[in-house]
Structures are given as C-alpha cells and as structure tokens.
C-alpha cells in the first residue's frame, strides 16, 4: 500500500528567500522529496491559500501586519511549524533596523535618499503597515522546531525532514548545525 | 506611459488582487481595478517590502558591508556581495585587482549567473511553457515537471547545482558565502577543486543548447503570441565591455532606445547619478529608476538578459555568440521588444555562463598565490554589476573611521519597475478587458512578471493569505452586487464575502 504523501507549506517572511534556496540544494534528492512529501502554498508553487498541512517551514522574521497574518495562520493549519534560519530564530539583518526609528529609516530611503524625485514615504491602502521592530517569530506564534544557520544547509534540511518523516527523534550532526 | 497606471475614478471600481505573486522570487501583488463590464481601469504591480538596509548599515565599518548586503538576496548574493567588494576596492584606493582574484571573483559570478538562471527557468517558470494555462493548479510547478518531464527537470536541477558548486567553491558556501575581502578574495583554486569542476561542465553547455532549442520550438509553435505578449518598446541599459562584448562582471554603462540608437555608451559607472533619477510613487516601496535626460514618462527602461543581448555588439565565446545571432535576426539585428524573449535571453547568458566558467577553469590565474592588492583610502565608493537579473549599483560614503555614512542601493528589479507595470497593463488591456476574469487569465499577468524574473525578496514580503476575490459594486449607491471568489484550488465561486 502506498502511504499518503505528506503536506509541506513553506513560506518567507521578512527573509532574503536564502532558506528556500538551500532547500532547493537539495538537489537530486528533491527528487526522492517529492515522492514522500506535496507541496502545499509555496512560494514554488501556484497554490495561494493555506492547506491543512503536516508540516509548514518558515523563513524570515516578522517586520510588518501582513508577515504576522500570514505566520498565525500557519500556526493554525500546520501540525509541525519549524523556524528556519536566522532571521525567523532571531530577526537576523532585518533586525538591524531595531536601532533606528522606523521613521528614520523610511525617511533614509525615500525622502533623503540620492537622485530622487517625488520625495515621499509611500503609503497606500495597498501595502502593508510596518511593525515598528522586526520580530523573530517565536515571539508570536509557538515554534515546534527551529533550524539555526544563515542559511542552514542543505545537509540539515535533509537530516531533518528524513528523521521527521520516519518518525525518528531529530538529531544532527555537529556539521550541520551552524550560525552563520 | 500607459493610461492604466491610475484610474480617474477608483471609488466606482471593483479591485483585483492577485496576491501573492506565486514562482518568483519574494513576495509582490498587482491589483487590478475593473469596472461593471468587466473593462480594467488600473493596473499596478506594487512591491511591499521594505528592510532599510540604506539606514542601518550606516555606522558599520566598510569590511563589513559585502558580507551583509548579500543578504539582501539569497538568490542572487552573489551578486550583491561582489557590487558591494566593487564599491569596497575603491573604497581601500584599488582600481585594478591582481589576476587571480578579479578570475576568482568573476568565476563565482558566473556560476552565479548559471544558478540564478537556472532556478528561475526551471524550478519556477518552465511550467508556464510546458504546461497551459488551464492546466490544473496542483500540476503547475516544479513539482508536476518532475513528474511529467522528468528529463528537464533533471537537468535543471543539475544546472543549478553545478552553479552551486562553482560558488561554493569560490565563496565557501553556497549561499552568503565569504569569499571576498577588500582589495580581492581569500582563496584560490586548487587543482583538484578545478577538476572537480571540469568534471561536469561539458554537460552543462550540451544542455544549455537543448534547452535552447525547446526554446526556440516553443517560440515556432507560436511566433504571434510569443512577439506580442506583454510586448513593449522600451530603452534598454546594461554594462558592456570597453569592445562591445557582453560581461558580466565589468564594463561601462550603454543605452540604446527602442530603435536601437545609442543614447549613451562606455559611460563610467561611477557616474550613474548624473544619468539616472528614481520617482519615488506613493503605491509602492519600489522605486521607479529613468534616464534623466528623458524624464519619467519616457526615460524608463529595461534591465536584464533581454536588456544585456539586445546591447551588446557581440558574445565572447562561440556557441552563445551563435546563439546571440540566431536570436537578434528575430527582429533583424534591432532590439527585440517581446517580454517573453527575456527567457530565451537568459538561457543564451546561462550557455554563456557554462562557456565562461569553462574559460576560466582552463586559465592558470585562478592558481595565482596574489590574491589582494591595497591603495590609498578614499571616501567614497560605487560598485556597479550585471546580476542575474540586470544592472546592480551600490554606493557607499565612509567617514575618517571607515564607518557607513551613506548608502544607496538601487537593485536590478527596481530598473525594471516601471517596464514590468508596463508590461501588466499591456496583458490586461489585451487579453483580459472585456473578459470575465478566471484563474487563467489571471495566471497570464503573473507570466508576464515572471519573464523579468523578479527578485522581490531583497526585502520579502508575504500578503496572501486571502483567495482572490472580485466584487462587482454598484455604482450610485456602493452595494455589492456580485462577488466572485478564487478559491486555493483555482475553482472560481459566486458567493457575498466580508471583503
């Protein structure tokens, strides 16, 4: 009997899109992935709105209203949600805008930035409220799993979904956990 | 500039999301405002990331910025990192890196050239060329290539991985990786990481020439559509070498206008901001660039492998040169406009990438134990880059410590922020006015983002949970008559919704 495939969201939050890069470095064994796991919402696939999933993985922290909607309904329709890298465990370089007023920080871009034209802070029903500190997602939702690494390698994304899938307690190597 | 950039009246109009932008990289949404007989009045592209990096690196020592911008981008970091060590060279008075390091550095450019392109024509877009619009959702992805075409999505999947390989090995990690420094790079090649690499490499450019030519089937099999889907003229810029050749790591600035005609040419980088302004508009995060000389209404331009084969006077290396020519007879040697022929340019720059790399593998620099060079400090400094997805400036001022006191990044995808609303609003006009609006149709505006190859996640944002929802509202009185709903599944439903 062929088992049913489990359900895998993804998405990024205020990430740089390095976590889903490094699940891509999966290479080949995406192959073999895909055999065993579908892919729900995603940003690979077309798949807008949220299934009931087994697992969701998150890269990226949260910086703004719609990053936390998007992180709570995770929470609600995924099983197993896991923090992947840095900026979900701990806001990583989008963080760094913590030291600054968000005001400050719009006003470098847009009002005192070089070679501009039409001067103004862009505001507009269609995009989004910024928070006014970048937050890792723990501090909103409860993480079941958290992979560290900038990001973390492909070796890791694989040890740990082999291990989650066959049910096994998750172990990884010295390697395979890094910070950077 | 189209009339579709903002409706007269938006209050009488019913609003489109198609939110979030799916397969491309990082979050974005277009809206679309349509009135009661289904014809569309506005059409945006918004980008609404927003990060900072302009203020928050400030006050950091120089060094470090390469490492950090990179993050920007875990597609292309690369590519932000090697604009940043440009800027940073100039930065510690270098103008001319040793050998060895500008072969490294250029190496790992191309091998990021190679993946970026790779992930972006196999794992995100191939779907839309191998599959039909209508094909069911579920199926539309790299998912359902894997099952259906297993052979491209292998191959794919290898490109890509070799493209990894290449900056692994040059950077030390696959992505944010480490490998420049100041003035250079912090490692050479060994043999044995060279025939590492050699290994495979042949294999690539025999599948850069096949995807080539199921390129140019899909093009046959259509050539109507494939000319006039989201077709727009436009000025096109990108560096090129000081005789005309295609680079990537290093040149002047070029732009040509829709009639191929030079608007400037061999231009120093460092003087981007004499030429090149950016309007800031109050719907989006992303900046709209132009050429000053032009204004905003028609000095937008295109960025990108469209942008790069369309001015280049030739390619350095044969089979892509052989390519190049096939590809510029379409419009007889003037630029090609057709937004879809940006995939077919980015897969001649992917045969280029296998070509270069295998260049640079073969020259004994990459061995050299000279790996940095140092100058006098300066001030200031500009390093400018043909990124995967088109022209990259960064601008960095220190004060006497070294700190960041000033930055200015403007990133490859916001030069084509005016050309990729264009592009929509060009689609909507043509095949979506008049129509009931299905998943379908809707599917074919994000085709049409997609061929720019979009890299919106140098600052992500995710909005999309909501399916999409179209509402029908009367005029006079507000009342919602009508409301149809895209669920997940792509099935479209009447039904009265909060909104």
Redesign the interface.
Known sequence: MIEPRLKIATCSLAGCFGCHMSLLDLDERLFDLAERVELDRSPLTDIKELGECDVGLIEGGVCNAENVHVLMEFRARCKILVAIGACALNGGVPAMRNQYDLKECLEESYVRGMGLVNAQIPSDPEIPLLLNKVHPIHEVVKIDYSLPGCPPSADTIWTFINELLSGQAIVLSYRQIHYD | MSELETAAHPEQLCRVAI??L??????G?V?LLVDRNHHIRQA?L?I?E???F?????GRPYWEVPV?VQ?????C?VSHNLAAAKAVDQLIGVEQLPPAAEKIRRLMHYGQTLQSHA?HFF??ASPDFLFDFDNP??Q????GV??DY?DI??QG??L??YG?EVIRITAG????GTGTVPGGVNKALTLQERNYLLTDLELMTQWGRHILKLMKKAYEANPGYFTRFAAIPSNYLSLVRADGALDLYHGGLRTKNDQGDLLFDHLDYRRY?QV??????????M?FPFINSLG?EKGWYRVGPLARINNCDFIPTPVAEEERREFMALNNGQPIHATLAYHWARMIELLYATEAIRELLLDPDIFGDELVTRGEMTREGIGVIEAPRGTLFH?YRIDEDGLIE?A?LIVSTTNNNQAMNESIRQVAENYLDGKELTEPLL?QI?VAVRAYDPCL????????????IVELVEEDSGVMIDCLVR??N?KVRESFVEF
């Open positions: 939110d979030p799916s397969r491309v990289e990082g979050h949404k809206t945006r918004h609404v927003f990060r900072g302009e203020k928050f690196i400030q950090a993050r920007l981008c875990g597609i970091p992930v794992h995100l959702i579920a539309r992805n790299i998912g894997m099952a297993p999505a292998r999947v290898r890509r991985k990894q990690k696959r992505v944010h901001s090149i302004r950016e309007q800031v508009k109050s719907w989006s995060y900046k905003p601008h000033k200015n599917n994000e996640s140098c600052a992500t944002h995710a909005l999309g949970q909501m399916p999409l669920d997940a792509g």
